[in-house]
């Protein structure tokens, strides 16, 4: 694996046309396509809460040197625990398009989210993937420790 030719930042409102097909794709990965995507109007809350400096969400982006192509995304929310004074991170979203992948891209949003999180104060950051993500499961092995715990969730 090359190091990534990248550098992350936060986004930015102008970033949209080239953080959608990110935020398509990140969802197409997990089956939200198509009769089955999210509805507009989450998106674009989503992208809102973004950039609303009183939100406790946010976004980095993974920005290819040279051409500012967008590569990748990591979305995270920080939240109070009952077990912590400091509020934890929860790394909610991590895409990067399929031509970027095995580049270290993924690596690299990892590592900005765990800076972000030291800076804000945070004392941990965690996050869950499908089982079945293979390749996502090999570099989070290598950045972080899985803790054995399953995932129950009820819609309501």
């Known amino acids: ?9 936060s986004v930015t409102e102008d970033d949209y046309a080239a953080w959608r097909p990110l935020w398509d794709g990140y969802n197409a990965f997990y089956g939200r396509f198509g009769a089955t995507a999210l509805p507009e ?5 989503t992208w809102q809460r973004f950039l609303d400096p009183v939100e406790p969400m946010h976004c980095l982006v993974a920005q290819e040197e040279g051409s500012g192509a967008l590569l990748g995304l990591a979305h995270c929310v920080y939240h109070r625990s009952m077990t912590r004074i400091e509020p934890v991170c929860y790394l909610s979203d991590l895409f990067t398009r399929e031509a970027a992948r095995g580049r270290g ?4 949003l990892i ?7 030291r800076t804000a104060g945070s004392s941990r950051v965690y996050w869950q993937t499908h089982e079945g993500n293979a390749a996502g499961r090999l ?3 290598k950045v972080a420790r899985h803790h054995g715990f399953i995932v129950y969730a ?3």
């Open 41 to 45: 109007h989450i998106t674009a809350s």
């Open 1 to 9: 694996m090359t190091a990534a030719p990248a550098s992350v930042r």
């Open 154 to 156: 009820k819609e309501l």
């Open 105 to 108: 891209v993924g690596r690299l």
């Open 111 to 117: 590592e900005a989210v765990y800076e972000q999180a």
């Open 139 to 141: 570099l989070y092995d």
